[in-house]
């Protein structure tokens, strides 16, 4: 059940990311430092998702050890 919980916050997180790196990429510039903000944002937040995804994804994969 756990394992479902994080796997859903991942992939929210990841997505969630995602969508505000292009919604900078695309209506923001370059060099405002809001649109730099969101950037670093959306990337920390993407790789937070993809992190805790991965490990989710992992931990549920793998065999019990006695």
């Known amino acids: 059940m756990a394992g479902l919980?994080?796997?859903c916050i991942?992939?929210?997180a990841?997505?969630?990311?995602?969508?505000?790196?292009f919604v900078t990429l695309r209506y923001h510039k370059r060099n405002h430092p809001k649109?730099?903000?969101m950037l670093i944002a959306?990337?920390?937040?993407?790789?937070?998702?993809l992190i805790i995804t991965a490990f989710a994804i992992s931990f549920a994969t793998a065999e019990a050890r006695p």
């Open 5 to 7: 919980i994080n796997l």
């Open 10 to 12: 991942g992939l929210a």
């Open 14 to 21: 990841l997505i969630g990311g995602l969508v505000m790196m």
């Open 35 to 37: 649109g730099v903000a």
């Open 42 to 49: 959306g990337m920390m937040v993407t790789a937070f998702g």
